[in-house]
């Protein structure tokens, strides 16, 4: 199976707007749910935004609803999180990921199995 990688982040001012992309998606990749998981530094790691293979309807962080959007373009066996209206506290690593977790461990990091490497984002003057 291919890596994961992650790209587009980097340094935005607060409100501003970034699209991570996550490539290598293709069908020896993905499994039953993919999203974007988040880790600040002396945090834990936690879910961002996750949407089924099979289903366009995806759950987001409280935190990111309204302001943050999951989506694919299987053409391009790529996921994207387009993040709208940047806070500081969305300062973190950002992670693509895919695996099959049970539905009270889907927002459990350690429930997926294939990761990529993170794409720094950072939200500041």
């Known amino acids: 199976q291919v890596n994961l990688v992650e790209s587009g982040g980097g340094l935005v001012q607060p409100g501003g707007s970034l699209r991570l992309s996550c490539a290598g998606y293709?069908?020896?990749?993905?499994?039953?749910?993919m999203g974007w998981f988040r880790q600040a530094p002396g945090k834990e790691r936690e879910a961002v935004a996750l949407i089924s293979r099979n289903s366009d309807r995806p759950l987001y962080l409280d935190s990111v609803k309204g302001r943050f959007t999951i989506s694919r373009d299987t053409a391009k066996n790529t996921m994207y999180l387009q993040m709208n209206a940047l806070k500081p506290e969305d300062t973190a690593v950002y992670y693509c990921?895919?695996?099959?977790?049970?539905?009270?461990?889907?927002?459990?990091?350690?429930?997926?199995?294939?990761w990529g490497q993170g794409t720094q984002v950072t939200v500041s003057f």
């Open positions: 990921t895919t695996g099959t977790p049970i539905l009270s461990n889907r927002f459990n990091p350690q429930a997926y199995n294939i």
């Open positions: 293709g069908p020896s990749t993905s499994r039953h749910t």
